[in-house]
């Protein structure tokens, strides 16, 4: 669903049309290698340590490849979608990257969090957070993340990096929590849920009692 939202606002066809992958990765300068170094090691931990230290995963099972072609998947759904909400953003912000950068990331940032917390979170992933890693990961993981990649498209123009990154972070999040694959028949715990917006259910983590 998200890439073909993604071909209304246009992104796929610019990619091909700009021949993004040649410009991308050949015109680039200086600042734009260590912007997204940066951004590699920033992503690389958030997701790759804090966000797989705090995450519960009732043991459910290890299956790397299949794991992170689902991961794939959805970085590369999520990445395509991402870019759609900035050249949508780029339509107010008169071109000027200071505005289209503040303008993106509230606009990504309030769609991520409607859509994890009620959508994603409720009938997708199994359950795999505290109620205060929940939180935690919001500020430690998920902001950093958004933060520093944004920068690639907005200020360098770089959108396949930007996809990048987000395959990347999914990669690690699908294999951190360990998504269950469609054959497996192990019964999985259910996310906690509570009421959210207009009383529709949303995730909250498990409640641990001190």
Same mark, same amino acid.
């Given at each position: 669903?998200?890439?073909?939202?993604?071909?209304?606002?246009?992104?796929?066809?610019? $990619?091909?049309?700009?021949?993004?992958?040649?410009?991308?990765?050949?015109?680039?300068?200086?600042?734009?290698?260590?912007?997204? $170094?940066?951004?590699?090691?920033?992503?690389?931990?958030?997701?790759?340590?804090?966000?797989?230290?705090?995450?519960?995963? *009732?043991?459910?099972?290890?299956?790397? *490849?299949?794991?992170?072609?689902?991961?794939?998947?959805?970085?590369?759904?999520?990445?395509?979608?991402?870019?759609?909400?900035?050249?949508?953003?780029? $339509?107010?912000?008169?071109?000027?990257?200071?505005?289209?950068?503040?303008?993106?990331?509230?606009?990504?940032?309030?769609?991520?969090?409607?859509?994890?917390?009620?959508?994603?979170?409720?009938?997708?992933?199994?359950?795999?957070?505290?109620?205060?890693?929940?939180?935690?990961?919001?500020?430690?993981?998920?902001?950093?993340?958004?933060?520093?990649? $944004?920068?690639?498209?907005? *200020? *360098?123009?770089?959108?396949?990096?930007?996809?990048?990154?987000? &395959?990347?972070?999914?990669?690690?999040?699908?294999?951190?929590?360990?998504?269950? &694959?469609?054959?497996?028949?192990?019964?999985?715990?259910?996310?906690?849920?509570?009421?959210?917006?207009?009383?529709?259910?949303?995730?909250?983590?498990?409640?641990?009692?001190?």
């Amino acid at each position: 669903m998200l890439i073909g939202l993604s071909f209304i606002t246009g992104v796929p066809q610019k $990619l091909v049309e700009n021949k993004q992958i040649i410009r991308e990765f050949t015109q680039k300068g200086f600042e734009y290698w260590i912007t997204l $170094l940066i951004s590699l090691a920033i992503s690389s931990y958030a997701y790759g340590i804090y966000w797989c230290k705090h995450t519960l995963r *009732f043991g459910r099972r290890l299956y790397p *490849f299949w794991q992170s072609l689902f991961g794939a998947t959805w970085g590369l759904a999520t990445g395509l979608w991402m870019l759609g909400i900035v050249n949508i953003a780029g $339509l107010i912000s008169n071109s000027q990257p200071i505005i289209l950068y503040f303008v993106s990331f509230i606009a990504i940032s309030l769609w991520q969090a409607l859509a994890q917390s009620h959508f994603w979170g409720v009938y997708i992933s199994p359950e795999h957070d505290t109620e205060y890693s929940n939180r935690q990961k919001v500020w430690r993981a998920h902001v950093p993340h958004l933060a520093c990649s $944004l920068v690639l498209p907005v *200020f *360098f123009n770089a959108q396949l990096s930007f996809i990048g990154l987000q &395959v990347l972070a999914l990669v690690l999040t699908s294999i951190g929590l360990r998504m269950p &694959v469609w054959w497996d028949k192990e019964k999985q715990v259910p996310p906690t849920l509570k009421k959210g917006l207009w009383g529709l259910p949303r995730t909250s983590g498990v409640k641990i009692s001190n």
